[in-house]
């Protein structure tokens, strides 16, 4: 117990002694960094009165910081110290400079918060995407994303990237007290193409087929149609022919010898109409069977519809394309 007591108090001494030389070099620190901002340099004095506020804090010190933070520009970090300074709770015996410290603190505020401004990040990307943002390559809170935040007038970089999106950036240019929205959009990452070696699948048009097939119809019925109308025609003027020839031909088929025109002219009308018969049918046959098979399975898409007659010396017929 007697050794338990004796580190304790050696140890306890020791604390002493380190806060009291922290606090000693404190004190230095803030004097030299006050000297300086009383002379105008802010930018070096913010490093010593920085400093001497990680060793010790002291209201005088940190007032004179925060009105060094507000004049090189870092509004938002200045008025945010001197609030602490102006909420600090004092003791009745408080030292003068620490009670000059705070009103000299409220003085600055009243002027320097008008200035800060305000923005608003608004990032255009799907509600699933992992949005970050950043300004001066400083990282913004996801809990003041897309709301406006105190911002420091003056010219800002700022940055918004998701996983699987094209990072997009832009500067955003603030006066003192502006409110200013900067609209961002994140664009998915193109994703690879088919290489060049594969052959490109082509979906076949369902509705352009139809149309083809229908319009195939409708030709080999109009042909159809042509071949019935001439082969009547044909018909009718065969058996006017034949009309004249049983008149004057005898009962066994001999006709005199100034009937043989007749004949040969009513043996071609014949073969015209037995020939445009055959092909009207043909045509109407195609045009029945291509609108049953319309909109049946896929086919190789045709360049044009094409339907011919075919004559041979024994046969008739149709061949087309569709």
């Known amino acids: 117990m007697l050794l338990a007591t004796l580190v304790g ?22 004097v030299a960094g006050v000297a300086l901002a009383e002379a ?33 520009g870092k509004i938002v970090a200045g008025t945010e110290r001197l609030q602490r300074v102006v909420r600090e709770p004092l003791a009745p015996n408080a030292p003068a400079p620490f009670v000059a410290a705070v009103a000299r603190a409220r003085t600055v505020l009243e002027k320097a918060t008008p200035r800060i401004a305000m923005l608003r990040v608004d990032v255009k990307a799907p509600a699933d995407a ?32 998701a996983p699987g999106y ?34 490109p699948y082509l979906a076949r048009d369902s509705s352009s087929s139809g149309s083809h097939s229908h319009v195939a119809a409708i030709t080999a019925f109009a042909i159809g149609g042509v071949g019935l109308a001439v082969g009547a025609i044909a018909g009718a003027e065969v058996m006017s022919k034949s009309s004249t020839l049983s008149g004057n031909c005898n009962g066994g088929g001999v006709c005199p010898a100034s009937m043989q025109t007749d004949i040969s002219s009513a043996k071609t009308w014949a073969t015209v109409s ?17 609108l049953l098979t319309q909109g049946g399975s896929p086919t190789p898409e ?15 017929g149709l061949r087309g394309w569709f």
Request: proline fraction near 7%; charge should be negative; glycine fraction near 10%.
């Open 9 to 30: 108090a050696t140890l306890s001494g020791s604390a002493r002694a380190d806060e009291a030389a922290d606090t000693a070099a404190a004190r230095a620190l803030g």
């Open 40 to 72: 105008g340099n802010c930018s070096q004095a913010i490093e010593k009165l920085a400093r001497a506020e990680a060793l010790h804090h002291a209201p005088s010190t940190a007032e004179r910081l925060g009105e060094c933070e507000i004049e090189v």
């Open 130 to 161: 992992h949005v970050s943002v950043s300004m001066d390559g400083e990282p913004i809170p996801d809990a003041v994303v897309r709301d406006e935040r105190p911002t420091d007038p003056g010219t800002h970089q700022v940055r918004a990237t």
């Open 166 to 199: 094209s990072p997009t950036s832009a500067t955003v240019v603030l006066a003192d007290g502006e409110t200013k929205t900067l609209p961002l959009r994140l664009s998915p990452l193109a994703s690879a193409g088919p290489s060049s070696s594969q052959t």
């Open 274 to 290: 037995t020939t445009c018969f055959a092909i009207g049918g043909t045509g109407v046959l195609a045009g029945i069977m291509l």
């Open 302 to 316: 045709p360049k044009a519809a094409t339907v011919l007659p075919v004559v041979g010396g024994t046969s008739v």
